[in-house]
């Protein structure tokens, strides 16, 4: 399809683009540097190509306190090895401080929500330096220091804020988990660090359930022998108490007479340890760098989703999504930050536009299965909600369909700039994302971000443009991991991102990047089809089918069956009252076949009741596909890693 004939769903007006970061970003590049850039397709090629110039300019432009001068900006000793590679050598900083640097004293802090407690309260900018350099204290009298681990098990509350902030003040490295873990996901995550603090709450709220975990906590410190204290939490009741732990409250009432100071740590030390979804596997131990985490906030947050001080940032999460922590950093360019605990869904999927309206949030944003739940309930926000204030709503953890797109203009807000985003917990932010110069086009990711090489390599390991391939990035990054916990030899790092082409960071998704340098993701590549030779995004076809009024939900994998077959079968979630008929069957069929191909028609369509998401919200493909082909449950995935693990009951009796 040419330029002329794609409408866009949104273009930004001159004064949006003019009032922007980047453009002002573009500007002082000029001024400062001398460096004139026609569009933003010529900004990035810049980005990616002079990584020393590129990232020193982010350093400038957002005025990076370090308390001792760097070197040099990158060193890679090999041009063939990402791993190794160092950034802004000799400088030290602290995230913290930056974070208290953008405060603004006339905005709240914080400004939070839950089930529990419905209605918006506010935390200032003053308490929430008391609380911290309270908890900082406490630590520190622990004898809590530099790259000493301090883990929580939290809801997604001020308590959890406050706890990281307090950590990384001193320079410890923080690790969080949300509260709906299982107790054995915890604990492997969090033994592999082994943790001095745990700070854990006594339950937490969803769905209308009031779920206590006092249980949970005892089996955490009898599992975490490095353990010297557990700090508890009285979320659920403020009158419980854990044997043996030291309060919330009292820790709060710790004395700092030197207030809030912070440590300088080396750019390169540990911020937080983040984990992989643990579906297939022990979760790998994903560490990130301050500095890395710092600069990349700044860079995404700021000049990616044109965040502005003063400005309500809110992401639906939890503390066990990295979400959470790429959300904080909008309080380094001195947003507000928004919060919400509980279920998206209660009472009704109306709460977070709710809370939209009444906490003034500017830039909205939740998983993409969020959305498409409005969708087919059929959702209209408008008409309860006006979000006057709503300038950007984002959309991660899977793909969103162009009839997602299509839904948030239609029913949401007519002129708001839809920012979908992707990336990971390899990174704590975006490979590819929005773009405040750029319109937005449906189902379409707008751009690149800077200083991130992605490209789609074809089965040669060529870049392509328009057809589909594996997306890789080719430059490093300062913010991909310093290493893996436990990983020495950086062999679960090499293997986890750079087996299939040595020195090159393969990620995982199915991409195509368009002729506007836009990107349309169909999935993850390990779970991509492959009929014929011909290889099949799974988000084309959940797009088509889910379009189909009587199907709530849908999921699809390949099997390699003997003697070079090949089968494909399609799960499908009726709406209450809908059977699977023949005439059904056929429908999902022609409308794969007409919208796309005969290859992307399924072999055999199954009714059942719920599709299986892992807790941050993706389908669990890959898994499901293992799980037909004969492998072990245990083996396959890890139950306490779901949202839904009963979900697998249909799946495990299919290969009965």
């Not at 955490?220 to 659920?236: A, F, G, K, M, N």
């Not at 239609?410 to 990971?424: D, F, R, Y």
Request: include cysteine; aromatic fraction near 12%; charge should be negative.
């Amino acid at each position: 399809m040419s330029r002329s004939t794609v409408t866009p769903l949104y273009t930004p007006d001159r004064n949006t683009i003019e009032q922007s970061l980047l453009k002002r970003y573009m500007n002082w590049l000029f001024v400062k540097k001398g460096l004139y850039f026609r569009d933003y397709d010529d900004l990035w090629d810049w980005s990616v190509t002079d990584l020393e110039d590129f990232w020193g300019s982010i350093w400038q432009f957002f005025d990076v306190q370090s308390h001792t001068p760097y070197h040099q900006v990158v060193f890679r000793p090999s041009q063939q090895d990402m791993i190794g590679v160092s950034w802004f050598s000799e400088s030290t900083l602290n995230y913290a401080e930056h974070i208290f640097r953008h405060r603004t004293p006339q905005q709240p802090a914080i400004l939070y929500s839950s089930e529990q407690q419905p209605g918006v309260r506010t935390l200032s900018w003053d308490t929430l330096e008391r609380q911290v350099a309270a908890v900082a204290a406490y630590l520190r009298n622990q004898q809590i220091g530099v790259g000493d681990r301090v883990v929580a098990v939290l809801p997604n509350g001020p308590e959890a804020i406050v706890a990281f902030l307090a950590t990384n003040a001193i320079g410890a490295v923080w690790s969080s988990c949300s509260p709906d873990f299982g107790t054995s996901s915890i604990v492997d995550r969090f033994q592999q660090i082994e943790p001095k603090i745990l700070i854990v709450a006594d339950g937490y709220s969803y769905n209308g359930r009031r779920i206590d975990k006092t249980d949970v906590a005892r089996e955490l410190r009898d599992e975490l022998p490095t353990l010297q204290r557990v700090i508890w939490v009285p979320y659920l009741n403020e009158h419980s108490q854990l044997e043996g732990s030291v309060s919330w409250p009292d820790v709060l009432d710790t004395p700092a007479p030197d207030g809030l100071t912070f440590e300088p740590v080396p750019f390169e030390q540990p911020i937080w340890v983040l984990y992989s979804s643990g579906t297939t596997g022990k979760p790998k131990a994903i560490t990130h760098s301050v500095g890395g985490c710092l600069l990349e906030h700044l860079k995404a947050l700021g000049l990616h989703q044109d965040v502005r001080p003063g400005e309500r940032y809110f992401w639906y999460s939890t503390t066990g999504w990295m979400m959470w922590n790429y959300a904080l950093g909008s309080m380094l360019v001195g947003a507000t930050l928004v919060l919400y605990d509980g279920a998206a869904g209660y009472p009704t999927l109306n709460v977070l536009w709710k809370l939209a309206d009444e906490a003034k949030v500017t830039h909205f944003g939740g998983g993409a299965a969020y959305y498409l739940a409005c969708l087919r309930a059929g959702l209209k926000p408008a008409d309860t909600a006006k979000l006057t204030h709503l300038r950007t709503i984002g959309s991660t953890g899977s793909p969103l369909p162009p009839e997602g797109f299509r839904w948030i203009y239609e029913s949401v807000k007519p002129k708001v700039w839809l920012i979908s985003l992707s990336g990971g917990t390899d990174v704590c932010s975006g490979f590819v994302g929005g773009n405040p110069l750029l319109p937005v086009y449906e189902g379409e990711i707008q751009c690149r971000l800077l200083g991130s090489k992605v490209e789609a390599f074809d089965e040669n390991a060529r870049p392509v443009r328009g057809e589909l391939g594996e997306m890789v990035i080719l430059e490093p990054m300062p913010s991909m991991p310093v290493y893996f916990w436990n990983d020495p030899s950086n062999d679960r790092y090499r293997k986890s991102y750079f087996e299939e082409y040595p020195g090159i960071w393969r990620h995982g998704d199915y991409i195509r990047i368009t002729e506007r340098n836009g990107i349309i993701i169909y999935g993850r590549s390990d779970a991509t089809l492959n009929r014929d030779g011909v290889r099949i995004g799974t988000s084309e076809i959940y797009s088509a089918v889910e379009s189909i009024p009587e199907i709530m939900d849908s999921l699809v994998v390949g099997l390699e069956q003997p003697g070079g077959q090949y089968f494909m079968p399609l799960f499908v979630v009726l709406r209450e009252g809908v059977t699977l008929t023949s005439e059904l069957i056929t429908r999902i069929k022609d409308t794969l076949r007409r919208q796309f191909s005969p290859r992307h028609v399924p072999d055999a369509v199954y009714a059942i009741a719920d599709i299986p998401y892992t807790i941050s919200g993706k389908k669990l493909e890959t898994p499901i596909k293992k799980i037909l082909s004969g492998v072990d449950v245990s083996l396959a995935t890890s139950k306490d890693t779901l949202r839904n693990p009963a979900a697998l009951a249909h799946f495990i009796n299919f290969t009965k």
